[in-house]
């Protein structure tokens, strides 16, 4: 999902995605998927099952992706002048297969190549994303399970479990599909990071979006934090197979990005003071992204105010608002990390240097404010990172999961090894 006006390269234009679809009734939302990869720029084919072909239309994804489909009898057309499984799969940057039904996880885990896209897998060398989707019971039998189990350690692959919804069978419960703004966001993240699940076996606390401080139920003190730089960090942490816990003000990002999260609304400054101090003692990393309000009334009243006694009161009764980075920071255990940011206008890096050293996290992400492509609600982002031993590391402009990810291999870096070892990236399989 891009903001128009974006002049920045986007990593999905020129990639050849490969999209295989199988037989579950959340191929219905495909084309959505097919149409936003096309309008980044990326080309697109995509290769249906029989049962896919009944759910939705080939000629519909044949026109969104502006090339034919490929259907179960192309494999075996006199015409091709080789297999048409690997012709595709040398062909693809990248694969998605959404949805995964438990057939076509079946056949993938046990090594079946007796269907176009079950050979084209079991072909593919680029890495691969795959959502599943099914009914809840079908979800949780022994064996799903266990094949969704074995999947998790083939490298190069990026497993979406499904999420809980209402199912199309009336069902309440795990079986949806992962939205397709998180598969757009999932394949961009693979692009820039590939499949390795390097923070596996660790736990993440993020705070992101603004605080709101109330002077009365209808005016609060807050700011135009949109919480997608933080939000944007958390879920490149979880595809990276962290266990993360987001804890957020009032945010405005696409509510597909959230899924897969442990969330925790707040509102005010003294809310998210107490989550994150409830939620510290679990987590091997904390990333502040949260644009805390800098004042609040002592006493928010329970009525609202007229303009002129608005007015008046607007001039007392204000309290700072304790610095929770520096109270994370003061009660942290050994060899928990904190990365803090900043937000400036003007010069960055000299003030950036006086709030790292005052704020005594590990790293801190300093970005200006008064730039185009930087800030609040921008779809890009750049500054200085700093951290241990002076390091002082200029981060270009780039989009903000581009962002999130370095910021992720630098905190990473300072963290011990996870208890989990994550699987190497280039193999097949372990
Ligand atoms: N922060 C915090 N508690 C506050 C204010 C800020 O934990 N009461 C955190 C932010 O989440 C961020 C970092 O401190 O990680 C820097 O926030 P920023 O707004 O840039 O700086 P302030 O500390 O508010 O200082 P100033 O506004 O004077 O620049």
Same mark, same amino acid.
């Not at 607007?314 to 920071?329: F, I, S, T």
């Not at 009660?331 to 790292?356: E, M, N, Y």
């Not at 005594?360 to 609040?376: K, M, S, V």
């Given at each position: 999902?891009?903001?128009?006006?974006?002049?920045?390269?986007?990593?999905?234009?020129?990639?050849?995605?490969?999209?295989?679809?199988?037989?579950?009734?959340?191929?219905?939302?495909?084309?959505?998927?097919?149409?936003?990869?096309?309008?980044?720029?990326?080309?697109?084919?995509?290769?249906?099952?029989?049962?896919?072909?009944?759910?939705?239309?080939?000629?519909?994804?044949?026109?969104?992706?502006?090339?034919?489909?490929?259907?179960?009898?192309?494999?075996?057309?006199?015409?091709?002048?080789?297999?048409?499984?690997?012709?595709?799969?040398?062909?693809?940057?990248?694969?998605?297969?959404?949805?995964?039904?438990?057939?076509? +996880?079946?056949?993938?885990?046990? =090594?079946?190549?007796?269907? &176009? !896209? @079950?050979?084209?897998?079991?072909?593919?060398? #680029?890495? $691969?994303?795959?959502?599943?989707?099914?009914?809840?019971?079908?979800?949780?039998?022994?064996?799903?399970?266990?094949?969704?189990?074995?999947?998790?350690?083939?490298?190069?692959?990026?497993?979406?479990?499904?999420?809980?919804?209402?199912?199309?069978?009336?069902?309440?419960?795990?079986?949806?599909?992962?939205?397709?703004?998180?598969?757009?966001?999932?394949?961009?993240?693979?692009?820039?990071?590939?499949?390795?699940?390097?923070?596996?076996?660790?736990?993440?606390?993020?705070?992101?979006?603004?605080?709101?401080?109330?002077?009365?139920?209808?005016?609060? +003190?807050?700011?135009?934090?949109? =919480?997608?730089?933080?939000? &944007? !960090? @958390?879920?490149?942490?979880?595809?990276?197979? #962290?266990? $993360?816990?987001?804890?957020?003000?009032?945010?405005?990002?696409?509510?597909?990005?959230?899924?897969?999260?442990?969330?925790?609304?707040?509102?005010?400054?003294?809310?998210?003071?107490?989550?994150?101090?409830?939620?510290?003692?679990?987590?091997?990393?904390?990333?502040?992204?949260?644009?805390?309000?800098?004042?609040?009334?002592?006493?928010?009243?329970?009525?609202k105010l007229g303009k002129e006694e608005l007015a008046l009161s607007l001039q007392a009764g204000w309290q700072e608002v304790p610095d929770l980075l520096q109270q994370l920071v003061?009660?942290?255990?050994?060899?928990?990390?904190?990365?803090?940011?900043?937000?400036?206008?003007?010069?960055? !890096?000299?003030?950036?240097?006086?709030?790292?050293?005052?704020?005594?996290?590990?790293?801190?992400?300093?970005?200006?404010?008064?730039?185009?492509?930087?800030?609040?609600?921008?779809?890009?982002?750049?500054g200085w990172l700093l951290g241990p031993g002076a390091e002082e590391r200029p981060l270009a402009s780039m989009g903000k999961l581009a962002v999130a990810h370095q910021l992720l291999?630098?905190?990473?870096?300072?963290?011990?090894?996870?208890?989990?070892?994550?699987?190497?990236?280039?193999?097949?399989?372990?």
């Amino acid at each position: 999902m891009r903001n128009e006006g974006d002049s920045r390269p986007d990593p999905l234009a020129g990639c050849r995605i490969l999209v295989g679809i199988s037989g579950s009734i959340a191929a219905v939302k495909l084309p959505g998927l097919v149409s936003a990869l096309a309008k980044r720029g990326a080309e697109t084919r995509c290769v249906l099952t029989p049962s896919a072909t009944r759910l939705v239309s080939p000629v519909a994804l044949a026109s969104l992706s502006r090339r034919s489909c490929l259907l179960e009898a192309d494999q075996w057309s006199h015409q091709a002048a080789r297999p048409l499984h690997i012709e595709l799969a040398e062909w693809a940057d990248l694969v998605v297969v959404a949805p995964l039904s438990a057939s076509s +996880l079946a056949r993938w885990v046990h =090594g079946l190549g007796d269907t &176009l !896209l @079950a050979s084209t897998l079991l072909a593919a060398e #680029a890495p $691969v994303l795959a959502a599943a989707a099914m009914n809840t019971a079908m979800w949780s039998s022994p064996g799903v399970r266990r094949n969704w189990h074995d999947l998790q350690s083939f490298a190069g692959v990026l497993p979406l479990g499904p999420e809980p919804g209402l199912l199309a069978c009336d069902r309440q419960g795990d079986g949806r599909m992962a939205e397709p703004a998180l598969l757009e966001l999932a394949l961009e993240s693979l692009r820039l990071h590939g499949a390795s699940r390097d923070w596996r076996g660790r736990r993440l606390l993020v705070s992101a979006g603004p605080t709101r401080e109330f002077l009365d139920p209808a005016r609060c +003190l807050t700011n135009p934090s949109t =919480g997608r730089m933080g939000v &944007l !960090l @958390a879920q490149a942490a979880r595809l990276r197979g #962290a266990q $993360v816990d987001l804890v957020h003000g009032p945010l405005s990002v696409e509510a597909a990005w959230l899924e897969g999260l442990q969330l925790h609304p707040v509102v005010t400054a003294a809310e998210l003071q107490q989550r994150l101090l409830a939620l510290q003692p679990e987590a091997d990393a904390i990333a502040m992204a949260a644009a805390v309000a800098d004042h609040r009334r002592a006493a928010p009243l329970p009525t609202k105010l007229g303009k002129e006694e608005l007015a008046l009161s607007l001039q007392a009764g204000w309290q700072e608002v304790p610095d929770l980075l520096q109270q994370l920071v003061s009660q942290r255990r050994s060899g928990q990390r904190i990365l803090g940011f900043a937000a400036h206008s003007g010069d960055v !890096l000299p003030q950036a240097r006086a709030k790292f050293r005052r704020k005594g996290c590990d790293l801190l992400f300093a970005n200006p404010i008064d730039q185009p492509g930087a800030g609040f609600a921008a779809a890009t982002n750049q500054g200085w990172l700093l951290g241990p031993g002076a390091e002082e590391r200029p981060l270009a402009s780039m989009g903000k999961l581009a962002v999130a990810h370095q910021l992720l291999d630098a905190l990473g870096a300072l963290l011990p090894p996870a208890s989990e070892p994550a699987p190497p990236a280039p193999a097949r399989l372990l």
